[in-house]
């Protein structure tokens, strides 16, 4: 759990292989991280399952990055924001993408909220920490969904046993966006989210 929120936890570097933009790349993790000795299960599903990105693309809790390096590498145009707590698993994130020559910022919550400013987010990509909590996951859903821009969506993975319909019934009434299953995959769903109505304003 370290991971979910110590700022930057001491960990041992190891070098994976992970299928990431429809090829296999060797990546390098580290403990500490979410998942830092594979490509976890619920992660794969999300990247087999979500349309392209495009546009303005967040990926909400990046760890070392498999989310943000799949859609870097499978739209070189988008401009993607890797967003975590964590500072091991922002500079391993930075790191890969330097590796595969990609274009990905990374930041933290707060400085990446700045950096979109009152912009819609086009795309956003998440296996969101469900084991922190209902309080604080309610908490950082709150802070981004709304975020989308008319035309965007955002795709999260959360297994079935750890409460994946009972979320999306519950952005559907506390939230006001639409949240459809868009598919089910090794227990796993990925939930589609559309916005309301209209980007959010400016951050506060």
């Known amino acids: 759990m370290d991971h979910y929120f110590t700022s930057k936890p001491a960990g041992e570097r190891t070098t994976i292989r992970?299928?990431?933009?429809?090829?296999?790349r060797e990546i390098v993790t580290a403990r500490g991280v979410f998942s830092g000795e594979r490509l976890?299960?619920?992660?794969?599903?999300?990247?087999?399952?979500?349309?392209?990105?495009?546009?303005?693309t967040v990926d909400l809790g990046c760890?070392?990055?498999?989310?943000?390096l799949d859609a870097a590498l499978r739209n070189p145009e988008a401009e993607i924001i890797a967003v975590d707590v964590n500072e091991a698993a922002r500079e391993l994130t930075a790191e890969n993408a330097a590796r595969l020559g990609l274009r990905i910022t990374t930041a933290d919550p707060q400085a990446a909220l700045a950096l979109i400013g009152d912009r819609g987010i086009d795309h956003l990509i998440?296996?969101?920490?469900?084991?922190?909590?209902?309080?604080?996951?309610?908490?950082?859903?709150?802070?981004?969904?709304?975020?989308?821009s008319p035309g965007g969506a955002a795709y999260l993975v959360v297994s079935k046993n750890l409460g994946a319909d009972s979320l999306q019934r519950w952005i559907e009434s506390e939230l006001g966006q639409p949240?459809?299953?868009?598919?089910?995959q090794k227990g796993y769903r990925i939930l589609e989210v559309t916005s309301a109505t209209s980007t959010a304003g400016p951050v506060k």
Do not use: F, M, Y
């Not at 604080?136 to 969904?145: E, G, K, M, P, S």
């Open 126 to 148: 998440s296996n969101p920490p469900i084991r922190v909590g209902k309080e604080a996951l309610h908490t950082i859903l709150r802070t981004w969904l709304p975020r989308l």
């Open 40 to 56: 976890d299960p619920g992660t794969r599903a999300l990247i087999e399952n979500a349309p392209d990105p495009h546009g303005l």
């Open 63 to 68: 760890g070392w990055g498999p989310l943000a």
């Open 179 to 184: 949240c459809q299953r868009l598919a089910t």
């Open 18 to 24: 992970a299928t990431l933009g429809g090829e296999p």
